[in-house]
């Protein structure tokens, strides 16, 4: 394969349409941005489309799991992925909205809102996803205020607290299991039963500072300049109530961005796109990597690894698979 040279590779002129990309990545989080560093170092000429540079690390206060950084700032870690990648002169088309993804056998046309097109040989779908919110007031004000939506991540900050977790699903037993061992007290609150695998259950029975309250809704978040607890509506008494707490885990699942290229790879029922191990996915030519894909633990670093393995795969895929582009 042969890789072009771009003279402003940070600029939105080094996607000029005539250019045959040998892998344009479709997301700025972490797995978008290791892919670009490891297909760049591969030779493969690489950009990036990204609506939101950073991902969700702009929106995550401290990280405290990423090898190498005992305590480091959302922000300041996504900076950090940026400047390497930036440093290796990969072009990226900042704040641009991606429309369709149109099969061009070998390669793939891909539609700006602008109406730009862009031509490529593969493509990687790193689009991520987001949490499910319960959207109620004082939720978006507190969050990263006592708000979370990782345990994994934010488990730690709350050590010898009273934590809330709302959900009943497995996500939300397993929070539950991960905060046991930090949290003083743990309320589960959830607007029905729970629908977690008995095995699950099995093991909550057996955490003695466990308070469950099902049939209960969540009203509003409350605080000053932390969340300080719960205002909650219980369906079957038709009462409200306020619980005292320092944070509050929304564990009801996260809803991956595939919405755009759901027509043409394989979904789960979840809509995460699947891939195989290589990353894959159900259309040759185009892989997945992060969040958007059916790895169940989204986690900052996993996502990372996975864009890493992609790459690897891409070139892979054109020095052994891809059969050259059609005139």
């Not at 590779?9 to 045959?20: C, D, I, V």
């Not at 509050?248 to 027509?263: A, D, M, N, R, Y």
């Not at 030519?285 to 670093?301: C, E, H, N, R, S």
């Not at 790459?311 to 050259?324: D, E, F, V």
């Amino acid at each position: 394969m042969f890789a072009f040279t771009l003279e402003k590779p940070t600029s939105t002129e080094a996607f000029k349409e005539g250019l045959l990309w040998d892998l344009i990545i479709i997301g700025g989080g972490p797995a978008g941005l290791n892919a670009a560093l490891y297909a760049k170092r591969k030779g493969l000429s690489v950009g990036i489309l990204s609506k939101d540079l950073g991902g969700q690390l702009h929106n995550t206060s401290f990280v405290d799991n990423y090898l190498g950084f005992t305590m480091i700032e959302g922000k300041n870690l996504s900076d950090a992925f940026i400047n390497h990648v930036t440093a290796l002169e990969v072009p990226i088309y900042k704040d641009v909205d991606v429309m369709a993804i149109e099969p061009k056998n070998p390669n793939f046309e891909i539609h700006l809102a602008n109406g730009q097109k862009i031509l490529a040989k593969t493509v990687l779908l790193a689009t991520g996803g987001s949490p499910k919110k319960l959207d109620i007031p004082g939720e978006k004000i507190y969050s990263n205020r006592g708000v979370s939506y990782c345990t994994t991540c934010d488990a730690p900050f709350f050590k010898d607290k009273h934590v809330v977790v709302a959900g009943g699903g497995n996500s939300a037993a397993e929070a539950v299991l991960d905060l046991s061992a930090w949290a003083k007290k743990i309320t589960v609150v959830h607007r029905s039963q729970w629908r977690a695998d008995a095995i699950l259950l099995e093991k909550l029975a057996a955490i003695p500072h466990l308070d469950v309250r099902l049939e209960t809704r969540i009203l509003e978040v409350i605080g000053d300049d932390k969340m300080t607890g719960l205002m909650t509506y219980n369906n079957q008494t038709k009462h409200q109530e306020m619980i005292e707490a320092d944070g509050l885990f929304v564990e009801i699942g996260t809803t991956p961005k595939s919405h755009l290229f759901q027509h043409l790879v394989r979904l789960n029922d979840r809509y995460e796109v699947m891939v195989d191990p290589n990353q894959m996915t159900s259309y040759p030519g185009l892989f997945a990597a992060g969040d958007v894909t059916d790895q169940p633990y989204k986690q900052i670093i996993i996502s990372a690894a996975e864009g890493a393995k992609a790459a690897l795969s891409i070139s892979h895929y054109l020095n052994h698979t891809y059969k050259g582009a059609l005139s």
